[in-house]
């Protein structure tokens, strides 16, 4: 029997792909007699031999077949040996690499261990050492492949010792379950039984709640009415607030700006120190005016009273919405009767919080806003494209949102949220129509002087 065929029986174990691969041999000879009497010697120990006679020709060898063991010529006409030896590990990280040589040194000896191949055989020596080694290198890829098997074998059982452990937690953790069944199961009987008992009081119980519940539903009523009476009059202070801004504060900023500005433009000054700091007092002044009118336009804009809800929404976008990172688009469909003043400052206010969203949160590159009115009820819509959020997350820190709900509440609207996390979020305000009432008309204008509103 062939000795490696004898080796190879050795370990049964081994599958026939693998002892395929640990019979084969590469064998690189740049020497005709060496390459003849080393294929010789192989074919007869029973190995199955691939032969080249360059370096160049050996990668191409390594990367077309699967080799157990290479033995390698030291020096071939195109390729140094420890750079060959470093790229044939590259294609192939299993293949024991034996050096075969007639122009050994000990350092050449030393650098080719260094280089990772597996042993270094003198061509002068006796061809047995070379077979020994050939055997050596198969059986040491035998061991490894049966350390890797054990290895893995152990791995399989601790996984099956593993998987039975579960398995048994789950019988007794399903036994237990079951004993709570049962004992649910009796309790729920004892349960019914005494429930029944109390039907007869709790109906008696019911009729006291009915009661009860109908105070309390007048109570909210009467608290509902209050709230609006309490958001009408917080609207009126809003527009009184601006009012007193416009007339007070405003105007004499205004009034020291032109005056400041004549008094330069008469009598011109020559200090550039002095003139440096009226022009900086200038575009203080200019600041202050801004800054007046952008409290007006947030406490309540004159717009929304002079032209209604459609004019100042279309302000509000033009005037506090100027994001070139967001396009937003307005559409409505009001007829041109004005609403009562209440609802329109409802709808105002739900656009500022829902651009405020928008502007805070979404991370939108496109924002549409929509007033449709129909028979009855006036719908507000306001949606995005941004990244959204996950209803189940809202809570009652969510002030603005829980804001405008409450706000069409009050109004005996309602407002409904739609978002999900990556596909925005659509807000849709469903307000039943107040006409507009000359009897409760709120004062219609806070006129903004020429000069604050170039400004």
């Not at 009415?225 to 007193?244: G, T």
């Not at 500005?261 to 202050?288: A, F, M, N, T, Y």
């Not at 820190?397 to 405008?404: S, W």
């Not at 005996?412 to 659509?426: A, D, N, R």
Request: a negative charge.
């Amino acid at each position: 029997m062939d000795r490696s065929v004898s080796i190879l029986n050795e370990r049964p174990d081994v599958p026939p792909p693998e002892r395929e691969r640990l019979k084969q041999i590469l064998l690189v000879e740049d020497d005709p007699g060496q390459l003849r009497t080393l294929t010789d010697l192989l074919l007869d120990e029973g190995f199955e031999v691939t032969t080249c006679s360059t370096g160049k020709a050996a990668l191409e060898r390594i990367q077309q077949l699967s080799v157990g063991v290479a033995i390698v010529d030291l020096r071939l006409p195109d390729l140094e040996g420890p750079h060959l030896f470093a790229e044939m590990r590259k294609y192939n990280d299993q293949v024991r690499i034996i050096i075969h040589t007639a122009y050994g040194t000990f350092d050449s000896a030393k650098a080719a261990v260094n280089s990772g191949v597996f042993a270094y055989v003198e061509k002068l020596g006796d061809p047995e050492e070379l077979l020994r080694e050939v055997h050596r290198a198969v059986r040491d890829q035998l061991d490894e492949y049966a350390d890797q098997l054990e290895s893995r074998v152990r791995e399989r059982t601790q996984s099956l010792t593993e998987a039975n452990r579960r398995l048994q937690e789950e019988i007794t953790e399903r036994q237990r379950a079951e004993a709570e069944l049962q004992r649910a199961h009796d309790q729920l009987e004892t349960r019914v039984e005494e429930r029944t008992a109390d039907l007869q009081q709790v109906n008696e119980l019911l009729l006291k709640e009915i009661d009860t519940r109908k105070n309390t539903e007048e109570a909210l009523r009467k608290e509902e009415r209050l709230l609006k009476q309490l958001l009408d009059l917080h609207e009126s202070e809003r527009q009184l607030f601006a009012y007193e801004i416009h007339d007070g504060l405003a105007q004499y900023v205004a009034g020291a700006k032109l005056r400041l500005e004549g008094v330069l433009k008469q009598h011109p000054i020559e200090d550039d120190e002095l003139r440096d700091q009226c022009e900086w007092s200038l575009e203080l002044l200019r600041h202050s005016i801004n800054e007046a009118r952008r409290l007006i336009t947030g406490l309540r804009p004159p717009i929304l009273d002079e032209q209604g809800v459609v004019a100042a929404i279309d302000h509000l976008l033009e005037d506090r919405y100027q994001n070139p990172d967001v396009e937003v688009n307005f559409q409505s469909s009001l007829s041109t009767r004005r609403l009562e003043p209440i609802l329109e400052s409802a709808i105002f206010r739900m656009v500022q919080e829902g651009l405020t969203n928008i502007r805070r949160h979404s991370q939108a590159k496109k924002a549409r806003i929509e007033l449709l009115e129909y028979d009855s009820y006036i719908r507000l819509k306001i949606m995005d494209r941004g990244r959204g959020f996950d209803l189940e997350q809202l809570t009652d820190r969510n002030f603005g949102l829980h804001g405008m709900q409450e706000r069409a509440r009050l109004l005996g609207g309602v407002l409904s949220i739609q978002s999900e996390p990556g596909k925005g979020t659509h807000l849709i305000a469903d307000l039943p129509i107040l006409e507009r009432s000359e009897a409760i008309r709120q004062p219609s204008t806070i006129p903004l002087s020429e000069e604050i509103a170039d400004e």
